[in-house]
Each structure stands twice: as structure tokens, then as C-alpha cells.
């Protein structure tokens, strides 16, 4: 069977129809999308009529849902953080969620039981969750950006390095280093005290496509010197979910084009699902 990944946008198309899908592949999603959901269904009473239904599919019985979020599958990425315990208790939140969409409630009932369910976690969760990864990922990028500008001196001797056969493997490395610094982060608070270098030398090439993904829009962003775009560190994070051999359902530019440029298959959700 072969992986179809839904993402938000290709949920959201369906609007309350079951997909009629090739009995080939097998429909699935993640913890993200579920995570965009919600940030979209608190915004206002007209937002989260369009968005139930969506919500509603996640409990359904012809999708796939991987609940986990994406810190958590950042560190399982790398063998070195398996001696951390993984306390995820935000996956109870967006599965209550789905359950009041399914059951009705209404826009004033839902946001008030997800701010109560929220209140140990932060006001609006959800959300100050995305803008966090969001500016994790432009900063970051920004950090690597000035480094190499650095070294280069110019755009066009920047442009000329990156032409060297030897600058995607360096590239790569890279992006995995900063990842690893991410994930000891996450941990820092808890006492642990690996290195970065310590959780990055474990890494064993789990989740490969989300590394590539990453890499490149790295690269395309340094390439065309411009600041990293907001949703990037948010279309990026779903390549987190996708095995090898998944076929990427999406009608976002941007998803569609990381993507084919990591040799991720895809189909456009609006040709598929009309």
C-alpha cells in the first residue's frame, strides 16, 4: 500500500465528502495538520464552520492519523534522545478537539473549552505554537545565512560556491546540525546534557525527506537572498511525516514545489478531488 499524505489544504478541499481513493493507497496525515485545524478553527465563528468539516475527517475511518508532533518526532530522529521521556499531552487537546467538531458544538463552546484544556500550556496554544516554528526556522536559517555571507564576501561569490559539487553535502550536514541543536534545546530544561554534536553524530538517516526538505529551502532562500518565508517553517515541518514512498495530496505552491525538488511524488489535491 502506498502512503497518500493529506495535507491542511487537501483536508480541507474534501468539505464534508469521504475521497474516493484508489484502494492502492493508503490515506494518512499528521499531528500537524490536525495542529493547523484547530489554530484555524479559533480564529472566528465563520473560519471554524469552513474548518469542521476537515476536523471531522480526522476521526474518520478512511485516514490515517500519526498524532505525534513534530518536537516529538525531531527526537526520535536521533537514538541519542532515547533516554529521554516524552511527555506529550497536547495530543488529548487536538483529539477533544476533533470530538467537538464531530459532535456539534458550537464556535463560543469550542474556543472556551480549548482555552480551559490550554490554560497550563499558554493562551492560544495552538497558535503561539506555529509562530514559534515559524521564527525557529527563519532564525535559524538567518544564523547559517550571515555565517556563509561571511565567508563568501558577495551574492555572487555566494552563488558561485554553491556551484561546487561539494556544497550540498555541506549543505546537508548543515541543516542537520542546526535540527540537533533544536532538539537539545527542547531538552535543555529537563537536565539533560548531551551535546548537539553528540545528538547529531547518532543520527542513523530517520526522516531523511524532512533533512533534504529543509536543506533546500534553505538553500533557495540563501540562493535568492531573501529572508526565509513564515510558512516555510511550517510546510516544511509536515515532510517530518512523510516515508519513503509517500505520495505528497496538496494544492499549496509551496508544498508542491519542496516537494518535487526532494523527489517527493505528488498529486495536485484539485485535480484529484475536484
Not at 238 to 260: K, N, W
Given at each position: 500500500?502506498i502512503?497518500?499524505?493529506?495535507?491542511?489544504?487537501?483536508?480541507?478541499?474534501l468539505?464534508?465528502?469521504?475521497?474516493?481513493v484508489n484502494?492502492?493507497?493508503?490515506?494518512?496525515?499528521?499531528?500537524?495538520?490536525?495542529?493547523e485545524?484547530?489554530?484555524a478553527?479559533?480564529?472566528?465563528?465563520?473560519?471554524?464552520?469552513?474548518?469542521?468539516?476537515?476536523?471531522?475527517?480526522?476521526s474518520?475511518?478512511?485516514?490515517?492519523?500519526?498524532?505525534?508532533l513534530?518536537?516529538q518526532?525531531?527526537m526520535?530522529?536521533?537514538?541519542?534522545?532515547?533516554?529521554?521521556?516524552?511527555?506529550?499531552?497536547?495530543?488529548s487537546?487536538?483529539?477533544?478537539?476533533?470530538?467537538?467538531?464531530?459532535l456539534?458544538?458550537s464556535?463560543?463552546?469550542?474556543?472556551?473549552?480549548?482555552?480551559?484544556?490550554?490554560?497550563?500550556?499558554g493562551?492560544?496554544?495552538?497558535?503561539?505554537f506555529?509562530?514559534?516554528?515559524?521564527?525557529?526556522?527563519?532564525?535559524?536559517?538567518?544564523?547559517?545565512?550571515?555565517?556563509?555571507k561571511a565567508?563568501?564576501?558577495s551574492v555572487?561569490?555566494?552563488?558561485?560556491?554553491?556551484s561546487?559539487?561539494?556544497?550540498?553535502d555541506?549543505?546537508?550536514?548543515?541543516?542537520?546540525h542546526?535540527?540537533?541543536?533544536?532538539?537539545?534545546?527542547?531538552?535543555?530544561?529537563?537536565?539533560?546534557?548531551l551535546s548537539?554534536?553528540?545528538?547529531?553524530d547518532?543520527w542513523?538517516?530517520?526522516?531523511?525527506?524532512?533533512?533534504r526538505a529543509?536543506?533546500?529551502?534553505?538553500?533557495?532562500?540563501l540562493?535568492?537572498?531573501?529572508?526565509?518565508?513564515?510558512?516555510?517553517g511550517?510546510?516544511v515541518?509536515?515532510?517530518l511525516?512523510?516515508?519513503?514512498g509517500?505520495?505528497?495530496?496538496?494544492?499549496?505552491?509551496?508544498?508542491?514545489e519542496i516537494?518535487?525538488?526532494?523527489?517527493?511524488?505528488t498529486y495536485?489535491a484539485?485535480?484529484?478531488?475536484?
Amino acid at each position: 500500500m502506498i502512503p497518500l499524505y493529506f495535507d491542511t489544504c487537501a483536508l480541507r478541499r474534501l468539505g464534508r465528502r469521504e475521497p474516493s481513493v484508489n484502494s492502492c493507497f493508503t490515506p494518512v496525515t499528521g499531528g500537524l495538520t490536525a495542529v493547523e485545524l484547530v489554530r484555524a478553527a479559533e480564529r472566528s465563528t465563520a473560519e471554524y464552520a469552513r474548518v469542521r468539516p476537515a476536523l471531522a475527517h480526522l476521526s474518520a475511518d478512511w485516514l490515517q492519523v500519526d498524532w505525534r508532533l513534530p518536537e516529538q518526532i525531531l527526537m526520535e530522529m536521533f537514538p541519542a534522545m532515547h533516554i529521554v521521556q516524552f511527555s506529550e499531552e497536547r495530543r488529548s487537546i487536538l483529539e477533544a478537539c476533533v470530538e467537538m467538531a464531530n459532535l456539534g458544538a458550537s464556535h463560543e463552546s469550542f474556543t472556551a473549552e480549548l482555552r480551559e484544556r490550554c490554560a497550563p500550556l499558554g493562551d492560544s496554544f495552538f497558535t503561539s505554537f506555529l509562530n514559534r516554528v515559524a521564527s525557529k526556522h527563519i532564525g535559524a536559517t538567518m544564523q547559517g545565512h550571515q555565517i556563509l555571507k561571511a565567508h563568501a564576501g558577495s551574492v555572487a561569490d555566494l552563488r558561485s560556491v554553491m556551484s561546487e559539487p561539494w556544497w550540498d553535502d555541506m549543505s546537508f550536514r548543515g541543516t542537520l546540525h542546526a535540527t540537533a541543536d533544536i532538539v537539545r534545546q527542547l531538552t535543555e530544561s529537563a537536565g539533560h546534557n548531551l551535546s548537539t554534536e553528540n545528538i547529531r553524530d547518532s543520527w542513523a538517516g530517520d526522516n531523511d525527506i524532512y533533512v533534504r526538505a529543509a536543506t533546500w529551502c534553505s538553500d533557495d532562500s540563501l540562493r535568492n537572498v531573501r529572508t526565509p518565508a513564515r510558512n516555510d517553517g511550517i510546510d516544511v515541518l509536515h515532510f517530518l511525516y512523510l516515508e519513503p514512498g509517500t505520495i505528497l495530496l496538496s494544492d499549496d505552491v509551496r508544498m508542491l514545489e519542496i516537494a518535487d525538488a526532494v523527489d517527493v511524488n505528488t498529486y495536485a489535491a484539485g485535480a484529484v478531488l475536484g
